[in-house]
């Protein structure tokens, strides 16, 4: 009985997490595929994320009513485990959520290769320039995004989105060139 109840859980922790246990690494040891937060905080990536996510205080006061904002927003990030700017930016990102006590359920990363792509289809047709890329979701419409580096912070930055106000990602040209 013990090894039927043994094995029908492990059936479901395989079943029930999906891609995300079988994200691959290429020939660099970079992961590919959709991936979860918690593969990024193993080895060899824990180090990086740990710093990160230990160097970074969160902005509290611009966080307050972040939780309340997610409700029905789902969040595309698509990151590189070789990119610098991931390895700073997706560790802030999870902090922020965590601190709002948001859903992070609400979340899908996919981690690209070195040229930003990805053969498997997950980031066809999603105009890729940076990673990472914080893509932001209602009813399945794009708000906005956050591009590479956030303009003044990423929580600041994903209120602006949230909110519905102005805002234009780092990468955009500014709109009088």
């Excluded at 859980?9 to 994200?23: E, H, K, T």
């Excluded at 905080?41 to 611009?62: G, H, K, L, R």
């Excluded at 996919?110 to 498997?120: E, N, Y």
Aim: glycine residues 6%.
């Amino acid at each position: 009985m013990k090894k039927i109840i043994s094995g029908l859980l492990s059936f479901i922790l395989v079943v029930g997490l999906g891609s995300n246990v079988l994200a691959k690494q290429d020939e660099n040891g970079d992961l590919l595929g959709v991936i979860s937060k918690e593969q990024l905080q193993m080895e060899p990536f824990a180090t990086w994320y740990n710093e990160s996510d230990q160097a970074y205080t969160v902005d509290e006061a611009a966080v307050a009513e972040l939780d309340a904002m997610l409700q029905g927003v789902n969040i595309k990030i698509v990151m590189g485990t070789w990119c610098h700017d991931s390895k700073r930016e997706v560790p802030r990102f999870y902090k922020i959520l965590s601190t709002a006590d948001a859903d992070q359920n609400m979340v899908e990363m996919i981690a690209v290769d070195r040229k930003k792509q990805l053969s498997t289809g997950e980031i066809d047709g999603l105009g890729l320039t940076n990673t990472p890329t914080f893509i932001f979701y209602r009813d399945g419409e794009e708000l906005n995004r956050i591009v590479e580096t956030p303009v003044e912070s990423l929580e600041k930055d994903m209120m602006k989105i949230l909110k519905g106000d102005a805002y234009r990602h780092s990468k955009l040209p500014a709109e009088d060139e």
